[in-house]
């Protein structure tokens, strides 16, 4: 299986290609522009490194976030349309249904979502942070994204799920949920450690996982209620 991972949940963004079968073989781009990145630019990067063809992608993960709301967007986007124009075509009639539409994007290229959270102690595993290690991502208006595992040399398990703190509230656990880690974490807890979602370490964990997901059932992890605030009604205006 060959794989194309995208990761733009921190201003760190970078891409990966992964091939599963034989010599296992991973090439990986890392841009620090943020918004300003060229996306498509890094994946011929990377593709061009591992000696990839775009037709012989056949699966891409993409890291959801928590994080930057717009570089997720971004690689969704990315990814679905990618699924379309690699979608292997089939012989059908104008009338076609929606669900051959589906059986044909399902014989093409697959997507796969993953938890930037995750790919961040996948991270830190890779840099040997081993023991009870809390994910800390900025989620703004002075609140954090938090969640904490038990990392061990050969794996991770989670102890508290992934919720939505204020600043005070993460600080009164400094200490008790031992090394706090995060894309920018050390702007606000000087004792963490800096760490950003690598697109290698998503796919490897992509690798180890066949949960494909429709294209329009990707979405970002935001942990927030959505809120609509009716409009009021407009008023009228007379011409003199």
């Not at 938890?115 to 942070?129: F, G, M, N």
């Amino acid at each position: 299986m060959t794989i194309l991972a995208l990761e733009f949940s921190s201003l760190q963004r970078s891409v990966a290609v992964l091939r599963t079968e034989g010599a296992v073989m991973t090439a990986e781009v890392i841009e620090t522009g943020g918004e300003r990145t060229n996306a498509f630019g890094m994946i011929e990067q990377v593709l061009a490194g591992a000696k990839i063809e775009r037709e012989q992608i056949e699966v891409i993960a993409v890291g959801l976030g928590p994080g930057s709301y717009t570089g997720v967007r971004a690689a969704i986007s990315l990814a679905q349309g990618w699924q379309l124009a690699f979608a292997e075509p089939e012989q059908e009639n104008s009338s076609q249904t929606m669900a051959s539409a589906q059986r044909r994007l399902a014989r093409g290229v697959k997507l796969l979502g993953v938890s930037s959270a995750e790919c961040l102690v996948a991270q830190a595993r890779t840099e040997k942070i081993l023991g009870r290690v809390s994910v800390v991502i900025d989620a703004q208006r002075n609140e954090f994204y938090l969640a904490t595992y038990e990392v061990a040399p050969d794996g991770w398990r989670e102890i508290a799920p992934l919720k939505i703190l204020s600043l005070a509230e993460v600080q009164s656990r400094t200490g008790a949920d031992g090394i706090l880690i995060g894309p920018e974490v050390t702007r606000w807890f000087p004792a963490g450690r800096m760490i950003f979602p690598r697109a290698a370490a998503l796919a490897a964990l992509a690798a180890r996982r066949s949960d494909f997901t429709p294209g329009e059932k990707l979405e970002p992890v935001y942990l927030r209620e959505t809120k609509f605030v009716k409009a009021t009604a407009a008023r009228g205006f007379h011409l003199k």
